[in-house]
């Protein structure tokens, strides 16, 4: 039985020559020392085979070294790849990510938030709460996803609006004329971006609200949408999800995507190429916004940063739903997906 006993941060300073202290504040990375002092605690750490526990890291640096990322609908692939880019530049600074769902539920976000937030240094948040002044009195560092303005707290983005624009010029393009937008009237900027691209061309967007953003919502909202006298022969939908399910009724219904009705979406979330046909997308650039959060969440919490809004440049990503009976030369900028 093996029963070495196993070094303590007494026994690293006693070797190292140095103060409890100096051995705490550069394992904890708060403070860095001469050359010669870190090579003396680094050999002693080596020698000894010091492992600091995270109980001990904590009590130290009065630290957790875990942030709360809280997304709307776990199940949704946007916040999926969104928590993979958060959660590879946290596990590089030695951080835990705790996800929590917030189902799509308003009424609890506040609670929930407070609650949890006392078991992490920082937080990042997908919120659909206008009002969150109360996330700055939680005295923690907080970073914010999504277009809603939150003073005094950085956010981070892809550009809705810039993303409708290009998807409206790109259907303007192909010929498409009766052109509806299928989300929530929350969504002001990409109803905006869409409303300001037909309007080039003499044209305006009818607007329909789903019943959720998952592929139940655009199933749902497919008898109406498609059935009426008025179909629309091209439909912009909120996200990826809503626009699967609302391209499988209209293939069940018997019509044709993208012969008789075009069909986009927003996030390019894996499946989308692999539909037939494949999806038009808006690529949001989920990952990205993650790694960014969780950066400027990082500077945040050691006070290395200042507010900043940030936006990205979303992407168009072309694919046989929204295919031209005659093909067309497109001015926008895009990224042509052949797979």
């Given at each position: 039985?093996?029963?070495?006993?196993?070094?303590?941060?007494?026994?690293?300073?006693?070797?190292?020559?140095?103060?409890?202290?100096?051995?705490?504040?550069?394992?904890?990375?708060?403070?860095?020392?001469?050359?010669?002092?870190?090579?003396?605690?680094?050999?002693?750490?080596?020698?000894?085979?010091?492992?600091?526990?995270?109980?001990?890291?904590?009590?130290?640096?009065?630290?957790?070294?875990?942030?709360?990322?809280?997304?709307?609908?776990?199940?949704?692939?946007?916040?999926?790849?969104?928590?993979?880019?958060?959660?590879?530049?946290?596990?590089?600074?030695?951080?835990?990510?705790?996800?929590?769902?917030?189902?799509?539920?308003?009424?609890?976000?506040?609670?929930?938030?407070?609650?949890?937030?006392?078991?992490?240094?920082?937080?990042?948040?997908?919120?659909?709460?206008?009002?969150?002044?109360?996330?700055?009195?939680?005295?923690?560092?907080?970073?914010?996803?999504?277009?809603?303005?939150?003073?005094?707290?950085?956010?981070?983005?892809?550009?809705?609006?810039?993303?409708?624009?290009?998807?409206?010029?790109?259907?303007?393009?192909t010929g498409r004329r009766r052109i509806a937008y299928l989300?929530?009237?929350?969504?002001?900027?990409?109803?905006?971006?869409?409303?300001?691209?037909?309007?080039?061309?003499?044209?305006?967007?009818?607007?329909?609200?789903?019943?959720?953003?998952?592929?139940?919502?655009?199933?749902?909202?497919?008898?109406?949408l498609l059935l009426g006298d008025q179909r629309p022969d091209?439909?912009?939908?909120?996200?990826?999800?809503?626009?699967?399910?609302?391209?499988?009724?209209?293939?069940?219904?018997?019509?044709?995507?993208?012969?008789?009705?075009?069909?986009?979406?927003?996030?390019?979330?894996?499946?989308?190429?692999?539909?037939?046909?494949?999806?038009?997308?808006?690529?949001?650039?989920?990952?990205?916004?993650?790694?960014?959060?969780?950066?400027?969440?990082?500077?945040?919490?050691?006070?290395?940063n200042t507010v900043e809004d940030i936006w990205l440049a979303?992407?168009?990503?072309?694919?046989?739903?929204?295919?031209?009976?005659?093909?067309?030369?497109?001015?926008?900028?895009?990224?042509?997906?052949?797979?």
């Amino acid at each position: 039985m093996n029963t070495k006993r196993r070094a303590t941060i007494r026994d690293v300073a006693k070797a190292a020559d140095v103060s409890i202290a100096t051995i705490s504040k550069f394992m904890n990375k708060l403070q860095r020392y001469s050359p010669d002092v870190e090579a003396r605690i680094r050999r002693a750490v080596d020698e000894l085979d010091y492992h600091q526990s995270l109980a001990t890291r904590s009590l130290i640096s009065g630290q957790t070294r875990t942030v709360i990322l809280a997304v709307q609908d776990i199940q949704n692939p946007f916040f999926t790849n969104l928590f993979r880019g958060a959660s590879r530049v946290a596990l590089a600074n030695e951080y835990s990510v705790l996800v929590v769902d917030l189902q799509e539920n308003p009424s609890g976000e506040r609670s929930l938030l407070e609650g949890l937030s006392r078991r992490a240094d920082g937080l990042i948040v997908v919120t659909r709460l206008p009002d969150t002044e109360w996330l700055t009195k939680l005295g923690k560092s907080v970073v914010m996803l999504g277009p809603l303005r939150h003073p005094g707290i950085t956010s981070i983005n892809a550009d809705g609006q810039q993303g409708a624009y290009m998807l409206g010029k790109h259907l303007l393009e192909t010929g498409r004329r009766r052109i509806a937008y299928l989300g929530f009237e929350r969504d002001v900027r990409k109803i905006q971006g869409l409303s300001a691209a037909l309007a080039e061309g003499g044209l305006t967007p009818t607007v329909h609200t789903a019943f959720a953003s998952t592929l139940e919502g655009g199933e749902r909202a497919a008898s109406t949408l498609l059935l009426g006298d008025q179909r629309p022969d091209a439909v912009v939908c909120r996200n990826d999800l809503i626009a699967i399910g609302l391209m499988h009724e209209a293939q069940a219904l018997g019509l044709r995507v993208p012969d008789d009705i075009a069909i986009t979406g927003f996030d390019n979330i894996p499946v989308a190429r692999h539909l037939q046909p494949a999806l038009t997308t808006i690529d949001m650039r989920s990952e990205e916004q993650g790694e960014i959060a969780m950066q400027k969440l990082l500077d945040a919490i050691f006070q290395k940063n200042t507010v900043e809004d940030i936006w990205l440049a979303p992407h168009l990503i072309l694919r046989e739903s929204t295919r031209a009976p005659i093909a067309k030369s497109s001015k926008a900028a895009v990224i042509q997906d052949v797979n």
